[in-house]
């Protein structure tokens, strides 16, 4: 390319996406063209729907959204692990529920979580408070990291955070590109999306939000320390996510992106904003490529009534059969 | 200046250090040196020191530390005419605690709170929940800045934004012209200190970190709006303060600023981490400037053992009367 050419690209933002399509995965149609259109809108000086830089937020969902959440949420399935790991010191787990079921399970299924996500709630906190606490915080990244590495998901045999959405990396990245400010809004524990977030997705722990337990300051060998504690502090989902949005960024997003029943809120939230605006919801349709849920999943419903108010709201709503050329980020040279 | 100059400072930060004095409120001695050569360190390059932008996270207290606390707190002096103005709708606070002692203040004298901040929590507690609730983050936001707009504070008889520290606005100025990136860390509300955060510190509202109520998500004439409620969340004090910063930012931060009994943890767990850290308290020593108050103090105690421990630990301790040439904003002209 010509240097003269490029310089002038420097200038022209609008020649820039002329010359690259900033979302390659993505087939043509309304929402790829959507996408484009409200950040060409907002960022672009002088037209009516600009949005200045300090106020270019916009929040992802994570499980299902951006990485596979079938046939359990990632952290369910470390939780599952490390009540193995901690079964030794609890001989009474074995024939005591939920503990009993997934010691029971033979390795490598995943256990069931009766009617996961609504019901036996009591259950999945147990065992999340204590799967989840009595290390520091620094202890528990480490366990993270470590897990991440030598875990692989059932059915792709890849690790997890291999199971990112190529689609969805691209809109990361293009917002980025264009100073919006990326935010993880999402039911999973903060602590353990912060482990890869940075690396994965390219969000810094200080735009990870999600369900999260308190801390305790003490103090261990005349160190200070923060120790996770079973007591929980708030649920990221549903209403949560609005209302975590403006506990932790104080300012409405401009653009969310979710994919069930626990996103809803924080879409209306975002649309019920004074300006432009922009929302998603990705619907799993590919049971060949990833899976194929909606109303009666377990994990990441995505209900009848969801679907009316995206259509009612003019939300944009993905199929991921028809609108993604591919899935993951391991299939970008089968893109046509 | 001669345009060569300039353009040869851009590249030798050191150089454009020499030229313009960061700190010209600040006497010279080796507290001001010691801010100067902290951040030399951690952002030159090659520095065994050095930080990488993304780390350089620096909090700051806020009353006392950034703006004055005496004779009160200013978000209880809001708290204060709150009161007065929710009274009519409570004819039975003319002869209940602590509405009485509140309501039979002469105007423009200052309540006392007795034994404040440690004693009557309850009391304060039930005036913040009931003064602080009941509307949506947004009427609390307009109020906010209406009352700060009429209010004077009693002594300076000046808006209480401008009551800021001048040489402390330096310090904020100087770490974000070096991509630190500044928080407040305030056992103040959250809420509150949004509302002018970003004018009068240049601290936006994802960066400031406060004392937190519930906030409810509802719905009123269809449209989603964020309630306030009396219930807390958390309090943004003490050992809440290294806890609150690993929520909301999840990296330990490499400088902090305090002034309090309160900001003893917040700077504990700024000291141990692993490379190159800055820690400093404002010490109010100078009566007829601003106010002289430490042990015996109702609002921001500065204890003894705080002052043991500052010592012990090396912490930078500011004596106001002098290390400050001046105190506020209006005073720069009497600089020498």
């Given at each position: 390319?010509?240097?003269?050419?490029?310089?002038?690209?420097?200038?022209?933002?609008?020649?820039?996406?002329?010359?690259?399509?900033?979302?390659?995965?993505?087939?043509?149609?309304?929402i790829k063209s959507g996408i484009i259109q409200f950040v060409k809108e907002t960022t672009t000086k002088g037209e009516k729907n600009y949005v200045p830089p300090e106020e270019r937020i916009a929040t992802f969902?994570?499980?299902?959204?951006?990485?596979?959440?079938?046939?359990?949420?990632?952290?369910?399935?470390?939780?599952?692990d490390r009540v193995k790991i901690l079964a030794p010191e609890h001989p009474e787990w074995k024939d005591q529920e939920p503990f009993k079921s997934i010691l029971h399970t033979p390795a490598g299924e995943v256990p069931s979580f009766k009617g996961?996500?609504?019901?036996?709630?009591?259950?999945?906190?147990?065992?999340?408070a204590i799967t989840h606490s009595g290390m520091t915080v620094d202890e528990f990244h480490d366990m993270i990291c470590q897990w991440l590495k030598v875990t692989v998901h059932p059915r792709f045999k890849k690790p997890?955070?291999?199971?990112?959405?190529?689609?969805?990396?691209?809109?990361?990245?293009?917002?980025?590109?264009?100073?919006f400010k990326n935010y993880i809004v999402s039911g999973g524990?903060?602590?353990?999306m912060r482990c890869y977030a940075d690396r994965v997705y390219h969000v810094p722990p200080?735009?990870?939000?999600?369900?999260?337990?308190?801390?305790?300051?003490?103090?261990?060998?005349?160190?200070?320390?923060?120790?996770?504690?079973?007591?929980?502090?708030?649920?990221?989902?549903?209403?949560?996510?609005?209302?975590?949005?403006?506990?932790?960024i104080g300012r409405r997003p401009v653009a969310?992106?979710?994919?069930?029943?626990?996103?809803?809120?924080?879409?209306?939230?975002?649309?019920a904003g004074k300006g432009k605006n922009f929302e998603l919801l990705v619907h799993h349709d590919d049971?060949?490529?990833?899976?194929?849920?909606?109303?009666?999943s377990k994990v990441g419903t995505f209900s009848a009534s969801l679907m009316e108010e995206a259509k009612k709201r003019g939300w944009f709503v993905v199929s991921m059969k028809n609108d993604w050329k591919v899935i993951f980020p391991w299939e970008k040279d089968k893109r046509q």
């Open positions: 390319m010509h240097f003269l050419f490029v310089l002038g690209c420097l200038f022209i933002q609008a020649c820039a996406w002329a010359v690259t399509d900033p979302l390659p995965s993505w087939n043509e149609g309304p969902d994570q499980d299902g959204t951006l990485w596979v959440e079938q046939p359990l949420y990632t952290q369910f399935l470390f939780a599952i996961l996500p609504n019901h036996n709630m009591k259950n999945i906190e147990l065992i999340l997890f955070t291999d199971l990112v959405y190529q689609p969805m990396l691209e809109v990361l990245q293009f917002f980025e590109d264009n100073d524990g903060q602590e353990f200080e735009r990870v939000i999600g369900t999260a337990n308190k801390v305790k300051y003490e103090y261990r060998n005349e160190q200070p320390i923060l120790l996770k504690t079973p007591k929980l502090l708030f649920v990221d989902d549903l209403k949560g996510k609005p209302e975590s949005i403006n506990l932790f969310s992106f979710g994919n069930s029943d626990g996103d809803r809120q924080m879409l209306e939230w975002t649309q049971a060949v490529r990833e899976y194929a849920y909606d109303n009666d």
